[in-house]
């Protein structure tokens, strides 16, 4: 046991201990961590600037009223939704983005009657005015024929700005043609107001749930990703060293200290340390996000457990494998042939994560979730992503048929190990 640990001490240094594990690691969740604490604020700040300055209008004196009350109605109504949002979402980094995006408004409106576009466009370009809107007659009469709005700003006018000025000259117009009809245009607005629509399951225990999109899809794939990410990083590193050991001759001055079983336990186990790392940075960095947009709560603590779990089931499926394949070659292009029917079939979850997440529970996810080596990304991203919990029976079913692929993949890879690890020129062949 001694030896085994000491190997698996050296396997961690010599992997998590190198500039370029710890840039790829560490480093890179860290600087994903930082995009949510000042990315975030940034944009809270970026688009808070007010629309300010004198705004030239040729249009119809019907339009020009109107839009004088779509601009002021602006103020009004980003106050009234700010005054109606509890405290907890408007303290929230990501409302605060969302809510900063209608910033204060304070222009002022001056029609023109004035043909000559080109001197107005002028004093736009030198700033004595901040915009120039035209409005046809055409565009207002409702008889059909629509010439459009130009809007004219300057070289550095906000794209916010700008989507102010557009939603509010298109409501002015519209607005402008329904009162031409004896309409009343917020009556017609809110008949045509799209209403909230929520989606409750109905499960068969009597309970009801709210239907999250979020929570069916993307947190499914994260945890799938977490799994790829810790797993095959850590796996491609045992492949790689091992290749390298072989070749160079170290496997040899390894095995007159060694046995072969306590090299191969050591190099598992060390790279295993390496994964549990990979998979604290890139986890923090995932919960991170979730607690800046205010999710955490669409990850119970059961589902950490038995990522958890799956996540030790998928690392010794795949550094068994990495090692049988490592211990068969010489150099690394042959073990790149041999990885690629593996890996073909390992990508089997991720092709099919879009008809796992829509149906969970269905034929293909529940046979695919008892197969190994597929089965721990299948049942983390079949236990995350149903709307109903799993059948225990089938979550249990799958640690159990995990454990016994893990220990007849463990069993495997030492014969290949221990006969593979000292052989030396052609590689493997079925022929």
């Not at 700008?162 to 519209?174: E, K």
């Not at 799209?194 to 929570?215: F, M, Q, W, Y």
């Not at 099919?352 to 979730?369: K, Q, R, Y």
């Amino acid at each position: 046991m001694h030896k085994t640990l000491t190997v698996a001490w050296r396997e961690f240094r010599h992997t998590a201990m190198t500039k370029a594990f710890l840039f790829g690691a560490i480093v890179m969740p860290i600087l994903m961590m930082g995009l949510f604490i000042v990315v975030v604020p940034l944009m809270t700040d970026s688009n808070s600037t007010p629309l300010e300055g004198t705004i030239v209008v040729i249009a119809e004196d019907d339009v020009v009223e109107e839009l004088r009350i779509h601009i002021n109605k602006g103020n009004a109504a980003l106050k009234e939704i700010t005054d109606k949002l509890p405290e907890v979402i408007i303290n929230d980094p990501l409302a605060g983005a969302l809510l900063s995006n209608n910033p204060e408004i304070n222009v002022t409106i001056i029609p023109i009657n004035n043909s000559d576009i080109d001197s107005i466009k002028d004093q736009v370009r030198n700033g004595e005015y901040s915009g120039l809107i035209v409005v046809p007659d055409a565009t207002v009469h409702s008889d059909g024929s629509n010439q459009g709005i130009d809007i004219f700003i300057p070289s550095n006018f906000s794209p916010n700005h700008t989507d102010i000025l557009t939603s509010a000259t298109a409501r002015a117009v519209v607005d402008t043609r329904l009162k031409r009809l004896s309409h009343n245009p917020d009556s017609i607005r809110q008949l045509l107001r799209r209403p909230h629509t929520t989606a409750t399951r109905l499960s068969d225990d009597g309970a009801e749930v709210k239907d999250n999109e979020i929570a069916r899809r993307i947190i499914p794939l994260a945890f799938m990703m977490l799994l790829w990410i810790a797993t095959f990083t850590s796996g491609q590193y045992l492949l790689t060293t091992t290749i390298e050991e072989k070749s160079n001759k170290v496997m040899e001055v390894l095995l007159s200290a060694v046995s072969p079983m306590q090299l191969l336990g050591g190099k598992i186990v060390g790279q295993a340390g390496v994964s549990a790392v990979i998979l604290l940075m890139y986890g923090s960095a995932v919960m991170a996000g979730l607690v800046a947009f205010a999710l955490v709560d669409l990850v119970p603590m059961l589902h950490l457990v038995l990522f958890a779990i799956f996540f030790i089931i998928a690392y010794f499926m795949v550094a068994t494998i990495m090692a049988a394949v490592g211990s068969a070659v010489s150099e690394l292009r042959d073990a790149q042939s041999l990885m690629g029917p593996i890996m073909l079939i390992l990508i089997i979850p991720m092709a099919l994560w879009p008809i796992l997440a829509e149906h969970p529970n269905g034929m293909i996810a529940t046979i695919t979730s008892f197969t190994p080596p597929l089965l721990p990304f299948v049942m983390i991203l079949r236990v995350t992503a149903s709307t109903e919990p799993v059948a225990m029976w089938q979550v249990v079913l799958s640690i159990g048929i995990g454990i016994i692929s893990v220990v007849a993949m463990i069993w495997m890879c030492a014969r290949i190990f221990r006969i593979g690890v000292l052989m030396q020129g052609k590689p493997p062949s079925i022929l």
